[in-house]
């Protein structure tokens, strides 16, 4: 190692140069990033409910449903009528686009004492003009179930335009289109974009807009708090390239892989400026202490010396991301996890090489100290905080302790309170469009999410109608369940007609009359395949379902298909329901494995670093204190666990120890000196937090502010996750530097050190 810290400082401009180039490579490929806002498409494939899902879109016509509400004084005008239809015509010619459903164009089937007549419900050749046929039409709408409530509302203020995307369509361009052609043919109208594909398009959306705004802003937020902490320009550049550096290589080898930014991956840039600098600012720390001198020699010792504590530091984080890749539902957590990690190793790579060699280029004097670094010891935010807290620890170790055990307990009551959110609808603000949109389609329609049942059998056997039949009522009797669609309705529809009673035909002879009768309709292919062997009932749900409520209600629908005969029909449960009962399902098992390899892999570091067991658990210590304090503090605060805040257990891990890394690690040699002299503890204690405990201050206020930025981000999870993270980051910080020195005052540890423990950081041992 020191003859590698000696080459990079000796061959510095050969250092800067390939970084150069290589920054320059992945950079160029930069351009070619792309955002995927689909939270659907990264469902695990390998999931039956998923397969399910994504089959039934392929052979049923798609199963993301764009709906477009119309507001009016009144619906059933000529004016009104002529312009929905426009908008029928005009969004079904639309590429991603597979079906329309509208007042306009729905099937619709007449009676009169003719016979009856399969049609459509308004003939758009002969629009009614006249008050007395327009009122006519709106009690014959109205007076039908398959229509009220489900394509106008009972008051006939409201009516709703159903897109069925195409399956694999680019839902964000699609979606764009839609709005612009409604913008053209309505732009009186009130109007309202809701379910699925519309969110996505907003997410989309957003996410642009959070990386225009948020990385500045960090950005911003590190450079006040490093000018702050180092008072010199060179502690505010380095960071801050060394972070660039490495979200350029981050991004572009993302989209040399072609794997896109979601609506997590999206904070990477804002994770790496807040984390990445630490490792930078240990480096210049170290580098400027006093005795450290700008020459080869001086400047190879102080990597050496450096690289242990650093390279550990950064391997905890990376752990903590690495395990989000463990027990993780959705792709994109596994996807963060892993371009995180290797954000945070590039970062690590460039503050113990490049950083190295660019400070190699400037020659001081040894021993000597700049006027800034003068100024920053003696004036500067370190240099006002850290002679209190060593009053603090060094006077009271043990009422620090207590206290911190007190503050614990507390916390851990806390967390029975947590509750959990996994509804898409949930990720937006409550005043964005959108939700107001969803809140209309609750209100009015039913909601925009689907449920989805598919029916396999003799489709044209009575017996499985009937089962059919009796599916189709449960799940109108289950709260927040509404409008379902399937062949049994237009069948009994037509029976009806026919003079049969509004029932299902009683013979598999009458229903094959009957069914030939709607051949060659378009709503079929939504409903029954082509070999009559299966067959999909679709309903509406409310999207504002609560997790419990969610569980209850698909747990209540498998219980009645597991008493269905199979032999019969066999019927299978998705939709969206299902899929966010599994991601509730995939969040608290995430929590508890990722928490558990994070905890077990910092420990075995920690072990390593300090050479003993004891020594392993009390690095724990600050750790598993913020642990405690953040799980309570959501719990107090309301927040919940959803699909962004479920990341900050692992991020707490893998960042927070870091500072515990580093106190220990510089308190280890700190130590030994204080031995040698035969000083106290209080001594060793006082050097670390006057020199180490300096950095993690800086460290401390530059990550969690610069997390804290989040809260600026238009999306609900991203900003409750930046809170958690600005708590953690204090709490962390501040426990490793109060709370762990106060604990080894209290139990007088001293790590006896093994000889190879020693060597490793550099320390002669000392008997």
């Not at 079904?92 to 099937?107: K, R």
């Not at 010396?305 to 792709?331: D, K, Q």
């Not at 292919?525 to 299966?534: F, H, I, K, M, S």
Request: charged share 20%; proline share 4%.
């Amino acid at each position: 190692m020191k003859k590698l810290a000696r080459q990079i400082i000796e061959k510095n401009r050969l250092v800067i140069v390939l970084f150069t180039l290589i920054t320059l490579f992945l950079g160029f490929f930069l351009r070619d990033l792309k955002i995927n806002p689909d939270i659907l498409s990264y469902f695990p494939k390998n999931d039956p409910d998923v397969q399910l899902f994504n089959y039934l879109g392929e052979e049923y016509g798609g199963n993301s449903l764009a709906m477009i509400v119309l507001e009016n004084e009144e619906i059933f005008t000529t004016e009104t009528f002529a312009l929905i239809d426009e908008l029928t015509t005009r969004l079904q010619l639309e590429p991603g686009v597979a079906y329309v459903t509208s007042l306009t164009n729905t099937l619709d089937i007449k009676t009169d004492e003719y016979g009856f007549e399969i049609g459509r419900l308004v003939d758009t050749a002969n629009l009614p003009r006249d008050p007395e046929a327009l009122a006519i039409l709106k009690e014959y709408t109205l007076g039908k179930e398959m229509y009220r409530n489900n394509l106008v509302t009972e008051d006939a203020t409201a009516t709703l335009i159903i897109c069925r995307l195409q399956t694999n369509s680019d839902q964000v361009a699609t979606c764009r289109r839609l709005q612009e052609i409604v913008a053209e043919v309505a732009p009186a109208m009130k109007i309202y974009y809701g379910g699925i594909p519309f969110m996505i398009l907003d997410l989309h959306n957003m996410i642009t807009d959070d990386l225009k705004i948020l990385i500045p802003m960090v950005s911003l937020v590190i450079i006040f708090f490093l000018y702050l902490g180092f008072r010199k320009w060179e502690g505010v550049f380095l960071p801050l390239l060394a972070v660039a550096i490495s979200l350029i290589w981050t991004l572009g080898v993302m989209s040399l892989l072609k794997i896109p930014l979601s609506i997590i991956s999206n904070v990477i840039p804002v994770v790496l400026f807040a984390v990445g600098n630490a490792y930078t600012i240990h480096v210049l720390s170290r580098f400027n202490e006093a005795r450290i001198a700008r020459t080869n020699d001086g400047l190879a010792t102080a990597l050496y010396e450096v690289t242990t504590p650093v390279s550990l530091a950064g391997i905890t984080t990376i752990a903590g991301f690495i395990s989000f890749i463990f027990g993780s539902y959705l792709v994109m957590i596994q996807e963060f996890g892993i371009f995180a990690a290797l954000g945070v190793l590039f970062t690590l790579f460039i503050s113990l090489t490049l950083i190295p060699a660019l400070l190699a280029l400037k020659r001081e004097e040894p021993g000597r100290k700049d006027k800034a670094q003068r100024k920053t010891e003696n004036t500067g935010i370190t240099g006002r905080i850290i002679p209190g807290i060593e009053k603090l620890v060094t006077k009271r170790p043990k009422t620090i302790v207590w206290v911190g055990i007190f503050l614990a307990i507390l916390a851990l009551t806390g967390i029975p309170r947590i509750s959990r959110r996994i509804n898409l609808i949930e990720y937006f603000q409550p005043q964005a469009g959108i939700r107001q949109a969803e809140a209309i389609l609750e209100e009015k329609f039913g909601g925009s999410g689907i449920i989805q049942v598919l029916a396999e059998g003799d489709i044209q056997d009575p017996a499985v109608l009937r089962e059919m039949e009796k599916m189709e009522e449960f799940l109108l009797a289950q709260d927040g369940v509404n409008n379902s669609q399937s062949i049994v309705n237009l069948l009994k529809e037509l029976n009806h007609a026919m003079g049969e009673g509004k029932v299902l035909p009683d013979t598999k002879d009458k229903v094959m009359n009957v069914w030939f009768l709607l051949e060659g309709e378009e709503v079929m292919t939504q409903l029954v395949n082509a070999g009559r062997t299966e067959a999909v009932i679709q309903a509406r749900v409310a999207g504002s379902l609560e997790a419990e409520r969610t569980h209850e209600l698909v747990t209540a629908i498998n219980e009645y298909i597991a008493g269905v005969d199979p032999e019969l029909v066999k019927f299978s449960q998705t939709g969206m329901p299902v899929i966010y009962r599994n991601l509730d399902r995939s969040i608290l098992r995430s929590q508890f494995q990722s928490l558990i390899f994070a905890v077990f892999l910092v420990f075995i570091i920690m072990l390593f670093l300090l050479g003993s067991l004891a020594g392993g658990l009390l690095g724990l210590i600050p750790i598993l204190f913020t642990l405690a304090l953040i799980f309570g503090f959501m719990g107090y605060a309301g927040i919940p666990l959803d699909i962004a805040t479920v990341l900050v257990a692992s991020v707490t891990i893998g960042i927070g120890i870091d500072y515990s890394i580093h106190f220990l690690s510089r308190y280890r040699q700190e130590l030994a000196e204080a031995r040698a002299q035969n000083l106290p503890l209080e001594t060793a204690v006082r050097a670390t937090l006057n020199t180490t405990g300096r950095a993690i201050l800086i460290n401390v206020f530059t990550v969690a502010f610069g997390f804290l930025v989040l809260i600026f981000s238009q999306l609900l999870p991203i900003q409750r996750f930046g809170v958690l993270v600005f708590v953690t980051m204090l709490a962390s910080g501040f426990s490793a530097i109060i709370l762990l020195p106060a604990v080894l005052l209290s139990s007088g540890a001293r790590f006896h050190l093994r000889p190879v423990a020693c060597r490793k950081a550099g320390i002669k041992k000392v008997k």
